[in-house]
C-alpha cells in the first residue's frame, strides 16, 4: 500500500499515537478509541487508521525487532515514545513509504509528544533496522508468535484446538478483511441489488451459502452503496448471515434474541421471518441497543427490544414460552481478530476462563425460556474449543433434555457438536454454530 509521508500527516501521526496508546496502555477497544480520528481530514483519517490497524494488527512481531534494536526496553512513562517506534518499524516494512519520508516524520514527531530526547534515539533505532533489516527480521521471526504477530498463550491454544491448522489461522487472522453486505430481501433481491451494484461500478460476489449476501471487490464507504440509508442492505460478514436462516422461522413463532447489540443477527432474522413472527432482542448495554433500534430504523424492521439482563429472566420474562431463541454469547472474539487486531494485545487467557463461564450460565438461565421442541441456536464469533464445542458437550450433559441437531451445510467443518468455520474460510470471518432441540428428558 503506497503512503506518503509528509507535512499534512503530521495531525494524523499524532493521533494514531493517542490512540495506540489508549488501547495499549489504558485497554480501550480500538473501535471506541478511534474516535478521536473524527476531526481528521478523509486523508489525514485513512493514513490515520492505517497506522492504527496495521501497528495492532503486528504489534507482536514489530515489539519483537524492537526489543532486537534497544539496548534496554522504554520506561513506562515513555509508552508513547514506544508507540511511535512501532508506527515507524510498521512504516518501514509493511508500507510504501520511502524509507527517509518514514524515518524523518517519525523522529520530527518526538518534538510534538514534548520528548525532544527521543529524536536521536529513534533515529538510530530506524536507521539501523534499514542497515539490518534482513537479518533483524530473521532473528525475530524464529519465534512463532513474533512472526505471526500473535500471543504466545494464543498460539498455544490454537495449536491445542485446531493442529495442523494453525499457521493458515494466523496467516487468516492476518489479513485485511472484505467488506461484505446483506441485501434486504423484503425490499429487493439480491439480483436486483447487484444490477443498481453495477451501476454504480460497484463489484461484487454472491455469497455462496445464502440468498442474500455479497462481498465486494473492493471495501467503500456506506455512502456510495445504493439505497443503503432506504434500507436496501446492511454490512454484515458473510459468516454470521449464516444464523438466521439456520432458525428456520415459521409462522407465529415466538423468536427471542438474547445479547442483541448492535442487531446485525437480529435485523436478518425479521427480514427473512415471516410478518407473524414475535421478535424480541435484548441486550445489557442500553448504549449498544441504541444501535439495534437505529438499524431497526433503517431498515424498516420491527420488533421488541429490551434492555435487560439474559441471567435474570425472571425480570422480564413474560411466561410464554419461545419457539426459537438465538444466543450470540460474549465470547473472545478471535474469529474477527482480522476486523478487531487490538483482539490480540487486549485479551488475556483469564478473561477465556470467564467467558467460558458466563456462556455456561447464560445457557442454563435461557434454557427453560425454550419451548418443547423449541430450537436454540447457540454462536460465537470464537474459534475456541472451551467456547464452542466443549461447551455445548458440558451443557447437554448437564441438560438432559437438550438434543443436538446436526447442522447439514457446506460451510465450515464439523466439530463433535456443531459446525465451525475457521478465519478466512470461504472470505468469512470464524464463527462456531450448535443447533439444540428440547425434548424429553433423558433416562
Not at 436454540?376 to 451443557?395: H, K, P, V
Not at 457446506?410 to 457438536?417: F, L, P
Request: glycine share 4%.
Amino acid at each position: 500500500m503506497q503512503i506518503q509521508a509528509n507535512s499534512t500527516s503530521k495531525s494524523a501521526r499524532l493521533t494514531a499515537i493517542k490512540i495506540l496508546c489508549a488501547v495499549v496502555e489504558n485497554n480501550r477497544s480500538l473501535t471506541d478509541a478511534l474516535t478521536a480520528c473524527e476531526q481528521l481530514d478523509d486523508r489525514d483519517k485513512a493514513f490515520c487508521k492505517e497506522l492504527c490497524y496495521g501497528t495492532l494488527r503486528w504489534y507482536e512481531r514489530l515489539e519483537g525487532i524492537l526489543s532486537l534494536l534497544l539496548k534496554k526496553p522504554f520506561k513506562a512513562k515513555d509508552i508513547n515514545i514506544k508507540v511511535l517506534a512501532l508506527t515507524g518499524l510498521y512504516q518501514l516494512i509493511y508500507l510504501q513509504t520511502p524509507d527517509h519520508a518514514a524515518v524523518s516524520e517519525t523522529v520530527n514527531a518526538c518534538i510534538k509528544l514534548k520528548r525532544p530526547w527521543a529524536k536521536n534515539t529513534l533515529n538510530a533505532i530506524l536507521r539501523r533496522f534499514l542497515r539490518e533489516k534482513e537479518a533483524l527480521e530473521a532473528e525475530a521471526d524464529a519465534i512463532i508468535n513474533i512472526q505471526h504477530a500473535h500471543p504466545s498463550w494464543l498460539v498455544e491454544t490454537l495449536q491445542n484446538d485446531w493442529g495442523d491448522e494453525l499457521i493458515n489461522i494466523l496467516c487468516a487472522n492476518n489479513q485485511r478483511p472484505p467488506m461484505s453486505i446483506r441485501v434486504n430481501e423484503k425490499i429487493g433481491s439480491r439480483e436486483e441489488y447487484l444490477t443498481a451494484l453495477s451501476k454504480s461500478d460497484i463489484e461484487a460476489e454472491q455469497h455462496p451459502y445464502n440468498n442474500v449476501g455479497l462481498t465486494l471487490t473492493q471495501a467503500t464507504n456506506v455512502e456510495h452503496l445504493p439505497n443503503f440509508w432506504k434500507g436496501a442492505c446492511s454490512v454484515q460478514d458473510s459468516a454470521a448471515q449464516l444464523a438466521a436462516p439456520l432458525l428456520n422461522i415459521g409462522k407465529d413463532q415466538r423468536v427471542l434474541d438474547v445479547c442483541a447489540a448492535p442487531g446485525g443477527k437480529a435485523a436478518h432474522i425479521l427480514e427473512s421471518s415471516p410478518s407473524s413472527t414475535a421478535f424480541t432482542a435484548i441486550d445489557i448495554d442500553e448504549g449498544r441497543n441504541q444501535k439495534v433500534f437505529e438499524n431497526f430504523k433503517r431498515l424498516n424492521v420491527k420488533g421488541t427490544v429490551l434492555t435487560a439482563n439474559g441471567l435474570e429472566p425472571q425480570k422480564w420474562f413474560d411466561g410464554r414460552p419461545f419457539q426459537r431463541i438465538l444466543l450470540d454469547a460474549p465470547c473472545s472474539a478471535t474469529g474477527v481478530i482480522r476486523r478487531h487486531p487490538d483482539i490480540k494485545i487486549l485479551r488475556r487467557p483469564e478473561d477465556i476462563t470467564n467467558l467460558v463461564e458466563l456462556q455456561r450460565k447464560l445457557l442454563h438461565a435461557i434454557w427453560p425460556l425454550l419451548d418443547t421442541n423449541g430450537v436454540l441456536l447457540y454462536a460465537t464469533c470464537s474459534i475456541l474449543a472451551d467456547e464452542n464445542s466443549r461447551q455445548i458437550e458440558r451443557f447437554m450433559k448437564e441438560q438432559t433434555d437438550a438434543h443436538e441437531m446436526p447442522i447439514n451445510a457446506q460451510w465450515g467443518r464439523a466439530c463433535s457438536i456443531g459446525r465451525q468455520v475457521l478465519p478466512g474460510e470461504d472470505n468469512m470471518d470464524g464463527f462456531y454454530y450448535a443447533l439444540i432441540t428440547k425434548g424429553p428428558k433423558a433416562p
